[in-house]
């Protein structure tokens, strides 16, 4: 064991560190977690900013690309929006540590935060600042917030330019600030306090994260290529490929015929204009139309970029009948919902919750949420509804407040209901007895003996001894099986005298 690994083994066992330690509410300093492990990505040596800038070189070309690919396919758009708009439908909301007992007080600091969520900056609210966070994290990885302080807390908040921000850190991946570079020119550097830095998880780690843009690049890039061959085949009326053998044609003759060709049979216009030759001249089709190729190669591709975003095909209204494996609507939505949506939002709060919160107004006690949207339909909603105040999880006070009704006397008590009964949940205990005495306590107990307790649910045994197993329906001594038992002189004596005496 080494001399560093000694002094913090012991000291972590002395009686003061451990009293200190479970006292102490406050954060760690950034000196006393210094890490000793190096961040991927960074340069060996960085002495400037100038170099760690000019490291990203090849980043900006990339993220060029993602932002290209978000303007021409309409899939990495239409996922991207669609996950945006959804993080962010239900708004942003401060919400007490109370446990739902209304007991959190509205201190002037928590006053301050949701005067900063009404007034985010001049031209943009928080809504639409939180739905372009959500978009540059899904396209390029990365998302930076800019926090505006005055008198020591935010008043303000911008966004800024995923592909023109660069983070300056050391070799260990320790950020000292941010600097952002429009073109070279117009230059902007801010403290690591100023700038809320959002990223995506990366495979090998990193200043920056990965998105989900960049992972589908090359489903994105044959998507374009192949809406370019769709393109060019209607524009000149998908044309089959030919062969043509002009015999004898001198070139002159051929070129006309080249661009007779291209005026009489290319284009919309020419579709099922036959191709005329003179002079012996053949034509062969090499192959037949491929439009339907390049609709299914369309499907596929669309399908592997939309599963890159982990969107289901029901959300973009791609609705196709017999997919196995797609679920239903309601299913589709859960899924997206918990794969997709919850993850960016858990992302996107935990930083605001830290940065706003935590360290520009001191608040402990509240915390940032997305308000939940109800989407479901609006009969299963009534349906479940109905179902609890059925089973007594719902009292019809209850019930009634959620749909905006006033209470009504007695509507406290939650009851049972079944098709043949009504009850209150506080007599149900006498209710489960009655129901036994009924069905097992009556058909059981014998005239003239002691009542029977409802709670024994075992049915009395007949004569003085057990019963015989072999006693009962189809069972080899059932009674009721075979030839009736032989009837001794006893008996038939008096049965005989009985009868005597009733005719008298």
């Known amino acids: 064991m080494g001399a560093l690994s000694w002094i913090r083994e012991t000291f972590r066992r002395t009686p003061a560190a451990e009293a200190a330690a479970g006292t102490s509410i406050a954060p760690p300093t950034p000196a006393q977690v210094r890490r000793t492990g190096f961040e991927y990505g960074l340069p060996l040596n960085i002495q400037n900013t100038s170099s760690l800038t000019s490291a990203t070189s090849e ?8 932002h290209q ?22 708004g942003l909301q401060a919400v007490a540590d109370d446990d739902g007992t209304g007991t959190a007080l509205v201190t002037p600091e928590v006053a301050r935060l ?12 928080m809504v639409q600042l939180l739905r372009c966070v959500a978009t540059d994290l899904l396209l390029f990885g990365d998302a930076y917030i800019e926090i505006v302080y005055l008198l020591g807390e935010p008043v303000a908040l911008y ?10 850190a050391d070799q ?17 550097q801010f403290d690591a306090d100023q700038v809320i830095h959002i990223s995506l998880d990366a495979p090998r780690g990193g200043l920056y994260g990965v998105s989900p843009a960049q992972k589908c690049l090359l489903p994105v890039t044959a998507w374009l290529f192949t809406m370019a061959t769709i393109k060019e085949c209607f524009r000149r009326g998908d044309p089959p490929r030919l062969h043509v053998d002009l015999a004898h044609f001198q070139d002159n003759d051929v070129q006309r015929w080249r661009e007779q060709y291209r005026v009489f049979n290319l284009g919309p216009k020419a579709v099922g204009e036959p191709v005329l030759t003179t002079g012996g ?3 062969q089709v090499l192959d037949q139309r491929k439009v339907t190729d390049y609709l299914d190669a369309d499907r596929q591709l669309r399908d592997q970029i939309i599963a890159a975003f982990g969107v289901p095909p029901a959300k973009l209204g791609i609705i196709e009948t017999g997919n196995l494996g797609g679920g239903t609507g309601e299913a589709q939505d859960k899924t997206f919902r918990v794969n997709t949506i919850i993850p960016i939002a ?3 709060l935990e930083k605001l919750n830290f940065h706003l919160l935590l360290q520009g107004f001191g608040i402990t006690d509240w915390h940032l949420e997305f308000q939940e949207i109800d989407y479901r339909d609006s009969k299963v909603v009534e349906e479940i509804r109905e179902m609890r105040l059925r089973a007594g999880a719902y009292s019809l006070n209850r019930w009634r407040a959620e749909i905006g009704e006033p209470p009504v006397e007695g509507g406290d008590t939650p009851i049972f209901m079944e098709r043949t009964f009504i009850a209150d949940w506080a007599n149900m205990e006498d209710l489960a007895k009655s129901f036994i005495v009924k069905n097992l306590g009556a058909s059981a107990q014998q005239p003239g003996s002691a009542p029977q307790d409802p709670n024994d649910l075992a049915p009395p045994a007949s004569g003085d001894g057990p019963s015989d197993p072999e006693d009962g329906p189809g069972l080899s001594k059932d009674a009721a099986q075979g030839e009736p038992p032989e009837e001794m002189w006893d008996d038939l004596y008096r049965r005989i005298l009985n009868e005597t005496l009733a005719g008298v």
Do not use: K
């Not at 980043?59 to 993602?66: K, M, W, Y």
């Not at 949701?114 to 609210?125: A, G, K, S, V």
């Not at 991946?173 to 600097?179: C, L, Q, R, T």
């Open 69 to 90: 690919a978000y303007m021409s396919c309409n899939w990495v758009s239409a996922s991207v929006d669609l996950i945006a708009r959804t993080v962010t439908a239900g």
């Open 114 to 125: 949701q005067r900063l969520m009404r007034f985010t900056n001049p031209r943009e609210d």
């Open 281 to 283: 001249g053949g034509v």
């Open 59 to 66: 980043r900006q070309q990339v993220l060029a690309q993602l």
């Open 346 to 348: 858990n992302l996107i």
């Open 172 to 188: 260990h991946g320790e950020v000292s600030g941010y600097i952002q570079d429009v073109d070279g020119v117009r230059t902007a």
């Open 159 to 168: 966004t800024l330019d995923a592909t023109t921000m660069t983070v300056i």
